[in-house]
């Protein structure tokens, strides 16, 4: 009676330990028996592509920076007009060949990637990366000097309210700078570093600067109203005659200031 007591007591879980022994068997068989990894991805994570930046840009910089040095040559510049005065002082106006564009600039100033470093009467010398260029003055051809001369009518015509002079008569000095220099000889006066003007040191009889009426001794002291400061202006006037129809010039002469006016057509 005790034993078969027992028996019925132990039955439950000896029914439930075969039953929990045959589930696990089942599992064990089909179950992989590697175990699971799981994959935790960083939110932080960061796409890159790995690239060579020596090797792939330094070509690049090399022909950016050749390509620079070669884009502008001193071929393309032209000198237009030199104003060299003693110890390597002056002016010279230079032109762009490509964009026609020009600047007046003094010794040590750049135009573009050359330093002015010495002004001769028909020649500039420039320098870039420690070696020296000469570059020679313009000169206008003779076949052009004799077509303006043949077309020239009267050179001057003097009234009561002043000069009247050709155009194409002025042009034979404007664009012929040595012609200029043969026939007048300028003198800046400074006063403690400052233009004051210019006086004239010599002047050739009958040349264009004789017929305006402009006498050995005069000191320059003013142009159309503005005076003349610098080197740079008077240079600038030079460069924008062309464009003037009429303008005044006011010289001091024997301690008197006088006024020239003159019309251009």
């Known amino acids: 009676m005790n034993i078969n007591y027992k028996l019925k007591l132990l ?12 589930v696990n068997a089942v599992l064990f068989v089909y179950l992989p028996k590697n175990p699971i990894q799981n994959k935790i991805e960083s939110k932080n994570r960061i796409n890159y592509s790995t690239y060579n930046t020596f090797f792939n840009k330094a070509p ?4 950016e920076e050749s390509i620079k040095k070669e884009y502008f040559t001193v071929d393309k ?6 104003y060299a005065q003693k110890n390597n002082e002056g002016l010279a106006i230079l032109e762009d060949k490509n964009t026609k564009k020009s ?17 001769f009467n028909t020649y500039i010398v420039l320098e870039k990366d420690e070696k020296e260029y000469k570059v020679v003055l313009i000169k206008l051809s003779s076949n052009v000097e004799y077509s303006i001369n043949k077309e020239k009518k009267e050179e001057l015509k003097v009234s009561q309210t002043g000069i009247t002079i050709s155009r194409v008569y ?51 002291k003013r142009v159309n109203k503005k005076n ?10 030079y460069k924008n ?3 003037m129809e009429h303008f005044s010039v006011e010289v001091l002469r024997n301690n008197k200031m006088v006024e020239l006016n003159y019309e251009i057509n």
Request: charged letters at 20%; aromatic letters at 12%; proline letters at 1%.
């Open 228 to 237: 003349i400061d610098s080197s740079a202006y008077a240079f600038e006037l």
């Open 103 to 119: 600047s007046i600039i003094t010794v040590g100033q750049d135009f573009k990637t050359y330093t002015l470093k010495k002004l």
């Open 60 to 63: 690049l910089l090399k022909e």
């Open 77 to 82: 510049i032209r000198v237009k007009a030199i």
């Open 11 to 22: 039955l439950p879980y000896l029914y439930i330990f075969l039953f929990a022994y045959g």
């Open 170 to 220: 002025l042009n034979t000095y404007m664009n012929n700078l040595s012609k200029i220099w043969n026939n007048i000889s300028l003198k800046e006066i400074k006063i403690k570093n400052k233009t004051k003007g210019f006086q004239i040191i010599n002047i050739t009889q009958n040349s264009v600067f004789d017929k305006l009426g402009l006498k050995k001794g005069d000191v320059i």
């Open 241 to 243: 005659i062309n464009e």
